[in-house]
């Protein structure tokens, strides 16, 4: 059994500055999004809803893979990590959110913490430099700054945590959009 733990729930500043305010409200976005995924097994994340495809671990995994491409590759410049860099997005577009139902549970868990943790470092490191007005290229050659693509992550969270809200009404019954108490660990199968 892993624990997916946080300390706390991780609430945006009050008073802050744009960098704290916007990486504030990513976190809470992405504390809503995993504990919404917490705890279930291979079977509850092929879950979907009414005439929906959407299942959480499709969920977990497409997230995981935006996470890497907006910050891994667009902020760190790094080449993109496995599985991403062996799929050919040309022939196999949606493939993050297809095969999701032939991973573990735990390999789902895994891929998405590791892309949240390389995302978080390649932010720290522009943060701590140049901040929230640094330029990246994105792949058709638009430019976006830090602060654009931070944005577009926090809207991408708040989409799919609302698709999450509702699958895992039906897997479960869980409902609400924070976890109870001070502190929540994750307890997954």
Same mark, same amino acid.
């Given at each position: 059994m892993t624990l997916f733990d946080?300390?706390?729930?991780p609430e945006p500043p009050a008073v802050a500055g744009e960098a704290e305010t916007l990486l504030g409200s990513l976190e809470r976005q992405r504390a809503t999004f995993a504990w919404?995924? /917490?705890g279930l097994d291979e079977e509850d994340l092929r879950v979907s809803v009414g005439v929906s495809t959407v299942? &959480?671990?499709g969920l977990l995994k497409h997230l995981a893979y935006l @996470?890497? &491409?907006n910050f891994t590759r667009g902020v /760190?410049? /790094?080449r993109l990590p496995s599985?991403?860099? @062996?799929v050919d997005w040309a022939t196999e577009p949606g493939w993050d959110w297809r095969s999701a139902d032939d991973d573990r549970a735990a390999e789902l868990y895994l891929l998405w913490e590791q892309a949240v943790d390389r995302s978080r470092q390649a932010v720290a490191a522009v943060l701590m430099t140049v901040g929230v007005d640094s330029v990246y290229t994105a792949p058709d050659g638009t430019l976006l700054t830090l602060r654009r693509l931070i944005v577009d992550m926090i809207e991408e969270y708040a989409r799919h945590t609302g698709h999450a809200d509702l699958i895992r009404e039906a897997v479960d019954g869980r409902v609400g959009e924070d976890p109870p108490g001070p502190a929540y660990p994750f307890e997954i199968r």
């Open positions: 946080t300390v706390g729930y919404k995924c /917490a299942t &959480l671990g @996470e890497d &491409l /760190a410049g /790094a599985p991403w860099r @062996e």
